[in-house]
């Protein structure tokens, strides 16, 4: 019975050290239980029942759970990039593009016939997306995004508007009145955007939620259209004559700011890959500013948009972009 209770007196000697122990707890998440013996720029500790004293770098411990009890939270180290965990991400993405503010931008600038606004007059359109994330911590990521979308619209009405509010107004002094001009053919705007920004999200076990702020550069090409108008002549007896003629706008190809704010849902498959579904407003602008031609008979009339009174040709830019895709997390 005396050695029984010998054996039992050792045992619990030598296990209480291991059982009262500190404990270090990461900023990386980990947590360590130790011996602390001092604290400073670094923390000297030895791992019960060794007592080979180590040390770690005060900054990557958020705080110290001493075995009496007593918690330690370490504020004012400051924060070690090297527990950052760099989490790299792409998602590739397709959809619709829908144009606002009166059919792919407007102006100031009104008028009885066209009403408010000098208009791209763009269509539905579809945008096609590769985006890259770099995720940083708590939730934080540096995100590029690439975008082609393309926008038809109706170069009649373009055109038209071309053809009273600039052509006419330049030409004002000559015998030049255009009326029905008309496209010949279909066309697009083809537009591309890289922007560069930060999101921010919110994830539990099943699905993420973020909201993304980003800028850069929206570059618009419009294409060379063709077409014809007629051109009206008012004599003083209150008749007139028509002729019948050839109407181009040159393409045009132009660089402007633009600003990108959207929500986006991600859904796990795997560990790696998940399903992304995207809504965001793209703002920006464009200037419809390039040279004209109109041919009436063996005289050609040639020229480019100009900014007479209040007539630019500045549009406001809005378009909705609504895109899901695939993503795979590295």
């Known amino acids: 019975m005396k050695k029984l209770l010998l054996y039992f007196s050792l045992f619990i000697f030598n296990f209480s050290p291991c059982s009262a122990q500190d404990t270090l707890f990461l900023r990386n998440g980990n947590k360590l239980g130790v011996s602390v013996i001092s604290y400073g720029s670094e923390i000297v500790y030895t791992i019960p029942p060794n007592d080979k004293q180590l040390s770690i770098s005060s900054s990557k411990v958020s705080s110290i759970k001493y075995k009496d009890g007593f918690i330690y939270k370490n504020n004012n180290a400051s924060y070690d990039i090297s527990t950052i965990k760099f989490k790299p991400y792409m998602v590739v993405s397709a959809g619709g593009s829908v144009p606002i503010f009166t059919g792919y931008g407007g102006n100031s600038y009104s008028t009885d016939q066209f009403g408010y606004g000098y208009s791209g007059y763009a269509y539905n359109g579809s945008v096609f997306s590769a985006t890259a994330g770099l995720s940083i911590s708590k939730g934080w990521e540096l995100t590029g995004m690439f975008s082609y979308i393309r926008n038809g619209f109706n170069a009649t009405a373009v055109m038209q508007e071309t053809a009273v509010l600039f052509v006419d107004y330049y030409y004002s002094y000559t015998n030049l009145n255009l ?148 993503g795979y997390k590295f």
């Not at 890959?273 to 040639?302: C, K, M, W």
């Not at 020229?303 to 378009?319: A, H, P």
Request: glycine letters at 10%; a negative charge.
């Open 179 to 326: 009326e029905n001009a008309n496209a010949i053919g279909s066309y697009n705007y083809v537009n591309y955007s890289g922007l560069l920004g930060f999101t921010k999200s919110w994830k539990n076990k099943y699905f993420t939620i973020g909201i993304s702020l980003m800028g850069g550069e929206f570059i618009s090409t419009m294409p060379a259209l063709y077409g014809t108008t007629t051109n009206v002549i008012y004599n003083s007896q209150g008749t007139y004559s028509s002729t019948n003629c050839s109407f181009t706008m040159s393409a045009e190809t132009q660089k402007n700011l633009v600003i990108e704010t959207g929500l986006h849902l991600d859904v796990n498959i795997t560990h790696h890959i998940f399903v992304r579904g995207l809504a965001e407003l793209l703002f920006s602008d464009i200037t419809h500013g390039g040279p004209y031609q109109v041919t009436v008979g063996n005289i050609t009339y040639a020229g480019e948009y100009s900014s007479i009174d209040s007539r630019n040709t500045n549009l406001f830019v809005g378009l909705f972009n609504a895109t899901a895709g695939l």
